[in-house]
């Protein structure tokens, strides 16, 4: 069983920034494929950043220059820094992890993919309101 728990969610105003937290129990962030997804209410959950275990970083197109996907190894804590808000990007926010089998990279495709199939860890989620 893996355990992710978010934190830093909240309201904030066009324009402004948040920083999620997402700790990880019982496993490591050094061996996992780690990203954030959000869901808007009544849609599938979508792919915003991934981090490979070796800290390579990609995004999704709608959040570039905007949002940056970070980890502590030290604390296997997994962090989503946020600026430049705007209204559409309220959500609620979830951390996901995987173990990705030999051969398979760790890239968002392969996240949806993995929460296609059932494959990833989830958090609680953390509802993140941007007001104009």
């Known amino acids: 069983q893996v355990d992710l728990v978010e934190s830093g969610g909240g309201a904030v105003q066009t324009g402004e920034s948040l920083r999620l937290s997402c700790t990880a129990a019982k496993f490591t962030t050094t061996v996992y494929c780690m990203a954030w997804f959000r869901q808007f209410p009544g849609k599938e959950r979508e792919g915003v950043a991934v981090?490979?275990?070796?800290?390579?970083?990609s995004y999704a197109d709608f959040v570039k220059g905007r949002f940056t996907i970070s980890k502590d190894n030290s604390k296997d804590t997994l962090y989503l820094a946020m600026d430049s808000l705007k209204p559409d990007d309220t959500a609620v926010y979830f951390c996901?992890?995987?173990?990705?089998?030999?051969?398979?990279?760790?890239?968002?495709?392969?996240?949806?993919?993995?929460?296609?199939?059932?494959?990833?860890?989830w958090g609680q989620g953390t509802q993140v309101t941007v007001s104009s």
């Open positions: 981090i490979d275990p070796d800290g390579t970083t």
């Open positions: 996901a992890a995987q173990n990705m089998p030999p051969g398979r990279p760790c890239t968002l495709a392969t996240m949806e993919y993995g929460r296609s199939q059932g494959h990833n860890y």
